[in-house]
């Protein structure tokens, strides 16, 4: 028998199956929409402090709305790996009467149906919190002490459903104190975001943009007396299209594809006048390497060439900055990197036919890792985004446990055992 056989029988015979449903199931039922963060870190509080985690520190990074860290410090001189996701969801509205009459009506209620575990939160990131967590307590279980350190970090305010909110500001807290020193670099990081179990490299970048196109009401009968901020959006538009294009065809990234724009709103018109006002608004994706300033100035003088007339104002607003005034940027780290091989085939080992290399094809915030402090980081955790947001919201139960085995190989291998 190989060593890596060895491992796996030893992780897979020692894992609490019960213990790690019952956590998984208990975070999907403390309500955590984002803005109520607090009702899952009182929960995780009470966790990490069961699964023997030292120094954790619960830190508001608004009143009422706080963080959550702490770590497992290694026995020797091993490498330092953070586990971090949000403890935020998405709203509901709707899962209700979506459900009504069977057993998912409650969003929050973990309903566990045909092996998968139903709820908002659950794989987005629920599952991945739990089951780094879980990791842990499976390799206290196996009897394997780790050299380096584990360090784990929940924060808020990842979603950007609610008014007012979704703007990263506590991975921006917690990272702050990274960088002066109060909270110890990682050598290497994973989020938690779901992927299903696919290591993720790279990530898009994004900004949003509202554009008010404002011209000058008139009557109908009397048109030219007005400015039509109709026609000159259709302008607006069609040469944002033709931009669209033009960003598809001059670049393709291997893991994420190619750029875009997507105009995702329209609302404008006058009451048998000529209309006065119209609104857009849109989505541009960008590919790593691409910068955020670059971009919005392009998309800026797109839309200020395509409307000529001097007499009809334009102001467009940016109402999404996450790691960059503007949006969001895009990252990646070279796949090649032994930790990510070994996350992999890590991964690979706990359920075949994972742990492939690939792309985020959203955004979230392992930028704040990989561009803001040069630590390495990537996706990965059970869990698919593509039912995420959505009345849909599940996890593969195998996937999950599959997802704690696949952690705690990796935590020793990566940070190494004390023999």
Known sequence: MTGTDRLLGRLTAALDREDALALFRSAIQRESITGNEANVVALLRDEMHARNIDGISVADFLPGRPNIWGERKGAGDGPRLLFIGHTDTVHVDGWREHWAGTEREDPFAAAVVDGQVWGRGSGDLKAGICSSLAALSLLDRAGIRLKGDVAFAFVGDEESGQTGTGISLGVKAYTALIEEGTVSRP?????????????????????????????????????????????????????????????????????????????????????????????????????????????????????????????????????????????????????????????????????????????????????????????????????????????????????????????????????????
């Open 187 to 419: 050598d290497f990081t994973i989020y938690v975001e779901p992927t299903q179990l696919a290591v993720y490299t790279a990530q898009i970048g994004f900004f949003i943009a509202d554009i008010e196109i404002t011209g000058k009401s008139a009557y109908f009968g009397v048109p030219e007396l007005g400015k039509d901020a109709l026609k000159a959006s259709h302008a607006a538009m069609s040469a944002l299209w033709d931009y669209s294009d033009s960003v598809a065809a001059r670049a393709s990234h291997d893991l994420v594809g190619h750029g875009f724009l997507l105009i995702t709103g329209l609302s404008g018109g006058g009451f048998i006048a000529v209309p006065e006002e119209c609104k857009l608004s849109l989505i541009r994706k960008l590919l790593p390497g691409e910068s955020l300033d670059e971009a919005v100035a392009e998309l800026e003088g797109v839309i200020r060439g395509a409307i000529k007339d001097p007499e009809i104002s334009v102001d467009i607003s940016y109402p999404a900055g996450r790691d960059h005034r503007v949006g969001g940027s895009a990252a990646e780290i070279d796949p090649a990197l032994p930790e990510v091989e070994l996350l992999s085939r890590s991964v690979d080992e706990a359920m075949a036919g994972r742990g492939a290399i690939a792309g985020a094809p959203f955004w979230s915030e392992s930028p704040f890792f990989v561009n803001r402090l040069g630590v390495p980081a990537v996706y990965c955790a059970p869990g698919d985004i593509r039912n995420c947001h959505t009345f849909e919201e599940r996890v593969d139960i195998e996937e999950y446990f599959a997802g704690i085995v696949a952690f705690a190989a990796f935590m020793a291998r990566y940070c190494g055992v004390v023999e």
